[in-house]
């Protein structure tokens, strides 16, 4: 993977955004893999597509990329995205792409992590103010990707401080992550939450102490009477995909 990008495609272009939107979306395509079958390459999606910047022909899977110039490894914890009606259809269709996120400086790549899409949910999404009348898109709602909000567990590292992890693990944490995807919006909004908990927490920790989050679930999940219940069966579908182990009777610990 070469972590420079070809400057030779800017030349005659002036604006800083224009330049670097067409240096990483170029660096992407020509240097990365798919996360989640391992395809050597994902392909630009067609032009204009709605939330998607790449696709891959082997099994189809979709990602969009979102870029900055930044020498840091931690990423900011809010991003600007496009139209917010848009990226809430895409997320309440269950039809929504993974996404790349990108800091590069000196022209090249130093840090790239993949969120799968099954993180994405509608209170990641802030949308913006309107444009004002006075703007040439007035009316015109973009939002924010609230990055901050996404557990650590699905910043899934591809590249740190300029050094390219291996392959093969890349993929096989994509695919643990992964596969958390549940076919309700519903049932990813508790896979959220609670797995957001479970990082508040020590790395062994117990069923008493995520009793602690019953209230704030419930004013998350207010149509649910029975928390505590959705908390263990949520723990248990995190045992069942190996993100945290059963140590003893009330007692659990993170595998990462």
């Known amino acids: 993977m070469d972590l420079k990008f070809n400057t030779a495609l800017i030349r005659g272009y002036k604006s800083p955004a224009q330049q670097a939107r067409i ?5 992407l395509a020509r240097n990365m893999y798919c996360p989640v079958c391992g395809a050597e390459s994902i392909q630009p999606a067609a032009p204009n597509a709605p939330v998607k910047d790449y696709v891959c022909r082997n099994c189809r899977a979709q990602y969009e990329l979102k870029s900055k110039k930044s020498t840091t490894s931690r990423f900011k914890s809010s991003v600007v995205d496009g139209v917010y009606r848009t990226m809430i259809q895409r997320i309440t269709s269950l039809d929504n792409p993974s996404f790349f996120f990108l800091h590069y ?4 790549v130093n840090n790239l992590i993949i969120v799968p899409k099954c993180f994405f949910i509608p209170d990641i999404i802030q949308k913006r ?6 703007a040439a898109r007035a ?3 973009g939002c924010n990707i609230l990055l901050g909000k996404v557990p650590d567990a ?12 291996d392959k093969g693990e890349v993929c096989q944490k994509y695919n643990q992550v992964y596969s958390l995807q549940t076919r309700s919006l519903e049932s990813r909004g508790w896979l959220f939450d609670v797995l957001q908990c479970t990082e508040q927490l020590s790395s062994t920790f117990t069923l008493e102490q995520m009793y602690s989050f ?3 679930l419930k004013a998350r999940h207010p149509r649910n009477n029975n928390i505590e ?3 263990r069966q949520q723990l248990q579908f995190l045992r069942d995909k190996g993100l945290i182990e059963f140590i003893s009777p009330g007692v659990y ?3 990462n």
């Open 214 to 216: 019953v209230e704030q």
């Open 105 to 108: 400086d000196r022209y090249q």
């Open 139 to 141: 009316g015109w709602e």
């Open 154 to 165: 699905a910043k899934i590292p591809i590249i740190r401080n300029g050094e390219v992890l």
């Open 229 to 231: 219940a959705k908390i």
């Open 129 to 134: 103010p309107q444009l004002k009348d006075t």
């Open 253 to 255: 610990r993170k595998t």
């Open 23 to 27: 240096l990483t979306e170029d660096w």
